[in-house]
């Protein structure tokens, strides 16, 4: 069902893990659908110096999460912003039909963790989705005078 | 590891099906000889069926599977009685074959009441009684669930509904797919009026199924046409294929009680190696009350294809939920009644083993699971190591 690349991906993910001090956490899912993706990036002079994730969901979705990272690390935020999950999808070699909506948004959770470091999004979105015993919160915590500091220089 | 799922065609099934495919090809309706050879392996079948569930040949049609089984049941139980009442009484742990034929019959003016679970997936029969109102005039509880595994007391839910039916007419339907091999199917034990089954679940044929009807039965007739099956579904049957089903129903209860003896000692084994090696899981469905042949465990954390998948690349077959709904993408309707979180239903898998398991399959199961769930769990966001 799955392609070699997808397989392989999902057997050697790149890039598991998270960053403590992350300049952007971007968190997409829902626990309706199954999956849930988090993606932590580290910008240093305009570029995705370090990318990392966690994925709660089946073997699409970390391949997926696993695929975005290696396509985006050492790029420029406007390079990582133009890749989407189609793309991504294409890389892997194709996902099987029901797997492209659910599973699929790796690429989103990638957007969403620069729209946080761009201060498009506030704090409040790296809440987590689940109740107990997830440790979303991950990197920075929700430590205010950090999250001052991750405004984006000018 | 899939037992449940669907089981391969025995040999020795495979063997009593073929001449229907070549040399005794004629139609059973026909006055042929080789119709007549025909005609005699179809009541033949039927008598071999009608002693293992201890009823009349007359009372057990043949049909195209589980799913036809059930919809026939109870759409024709429902339309006889739809002049006395138009209440359905079921379970909301129910086969979709069921759930979503109650659906379906609530397009046609049916009120349906979906019975809830407790967290091992047993239908109170307390809830039950409360459930039966003078509309009433069907009931359809299955005897053992497909994911979970869980034993519901049918025979005492069929006592207690006739007699709150008074001399009225309640049908009570039973799905048994998951039963043979594993539990009693003497349908006067249990006390249905109708009762379904499906053959590839017992090493028969895919495409063949039964619907066992007692005699006096209100039924209302869904596939109309011409006369087969005692007017109760019309179409050529599938000779071979029912052949093939009385050949494995025959087998399988033979080897019944050895057969849930092996199964139940390798769950167990099963079920103490994970629940003891793994930190966070959880047994779906009852202890004692349970399948011999079923294992349902939850895996925090992580999401249950991921599981699946890595399993697969090691040889070993398993389902997240039942087989028909994983591409559904939705969590399992079964594990959400028990009450557990989404997440937690993600991650959960069923082992359902048959007579080919051996405790060496339990022990590499064993070797290898600790190992793939940590790795999963090392990649989870909503796992507590992230802390």
Redo the contacts between chains.
């Keep these: 069902m799955?392609s070699d690349t997808v397989?392989e991906h999902?057997?050697n993910?790149r890039n598991?893990g998270?960053i403590p001090d992350a300049d952007g956490v971007g968190?997409i899912g829902s626990?309706?659908?199954?999956?849930?993706?988090?993606i932590f990036v580290k910008i240093k002079d305009n570029r995705i110096e370090d990318v990392k994730?966690?994925?709660?969901?089946?073997?699409a979705?970390?391949a997926t999460s696993s695929m975005i990272t290696e396509m985006v690390k050492g790029k420029t935020i406007e390079e990582a912003r133009e890749v989407t999950n189609e793309m991504v999808a294409e890389a892997l070699g194709g996902l099987p039909p029901?797997k492209m909506h659910?599973s699929n948004l790796a690429a989103d959770a990638m957007h969403k963790a620069l729209d946080e470091y761009e201060g498009r999004v506030p704090h409040k979105s790296r809440a987590p989705l689940?109740k107990k015993?997830?440790?979303?919160r991950?990197g920075r915590g929700e430590i205010p005078s950090e999250e001052m500091e991750r405004k984006p220089e000018s | 590891m899939d037992h449940a799922a669907t089981t391969p065609v025995h040999p020795i099934v495979l063997e009593a099906m073929l001449p229907y495919f070549s040399k005794n090809f004629g139609n059973p309706s026909g006055i042929y000889p080789v119709a007549l050879e025909a005609r005699k392996a179809l009541d033949d079948a039927r008598s071999t069926v009608a002693e293992v569930l201890g009823c009349g040949p007359g009372e057990v049609v043949f049909t195209s599977g589980g799913t036809e089984s059930d919809n026939a049941a109870l759409r024709g139980a429902a339309f006889a009685l739809k002049g006395k009442g138009n209440h359905i009484v079921t379970s909301s742990i129910e086969h979709k074959a069921v759930l979503n034929t109650c659906h379906s019959l609530e397009e046609f003016g049916f009120k349906v009441t979906h019975l809830p679970v407790d967290r091992y997936g047993l239908v109170s029969i307390y809830d039950l009684e409360k459930a039966i109102n003078s509309k009433t005039i069907l009931v359809s509880i299955m005897v053992a669930n497909n994911e979970i595994g869980t034993i519901e007391p049918v025979a005492g839910f069929v006592k207690l509904v006739k007699e709150k039916a008074g001399g009225k007419d309640i049908v009570f339907h039973t799905d048994a797919v998951q039963c043979p091999g594993a539990l009693d199917l003497d349908v006067n034990k249990l006390g249905v009026d109708m009762l379904s089954l499906s053959a590839h679940k017992f090493q028969g044929p895919k495409g063949v199924g039964i619907l066992y009807i007692r005699d006096g039965t209100p039924f209302a007739t869904q596939q109309t046409g011409g006369a087969q099956e005692g007017n109760r579904r019309a179409g050529t049957e599938n000779v071979a294929g029912i052949v093939g089903t009385a050949t494995a129903l025959r087998m399988v209860a033979e080897g019944r009680e050895s057969n849930s003896q092996h199964c139940q000692r390798l769950r167990d084994r099963l079920i103490k190696g994970i629940l003891s090696q793994i930190k966070d899981t959880r047994l779906n469905g009852h202890r004692t009350l349970r399948l011999p042949n079923n294992v349902n465990i939850s895996f925090q954390y992580i999401e249950g294809e991921s599981i699946l998948l890595n399993l697969d690349l090691l040889g070993i077959a398993a389902s997240s939920g039942s087989a028909c709904a994983s591409e559904a993408e939705e969590p399992s309707h079964v594990l959400i009644a028990l009450g557990l979180p989404p997440e937690v239903a993600y991650g959960s898998l069923r082992f359902s083993l048959g007579s080919a398991n051996s405790e060496k399959d339990i022990d590499y199961v064993l070797s290898v699971l600790p190992s793939i769930v940590e790795r999963l769990r090392a990649m989870s966001p909503l796992a507590s190591t992230n802390e």
Excluded at chain 1, 53 to 59: A, K, L, N, P, R
Excluded at chain 1, 133 to 136: A, Y
């Design positions: 799955y397989l999902f057997n993910p598991v998270f968190l626990s309706i659908c199954g999956d849930m993706i988090k994730f966690q994925t709660f969901g089946c073997g979705a970390i029901g659910c689940f015993g997830e440790g979303v991950g």
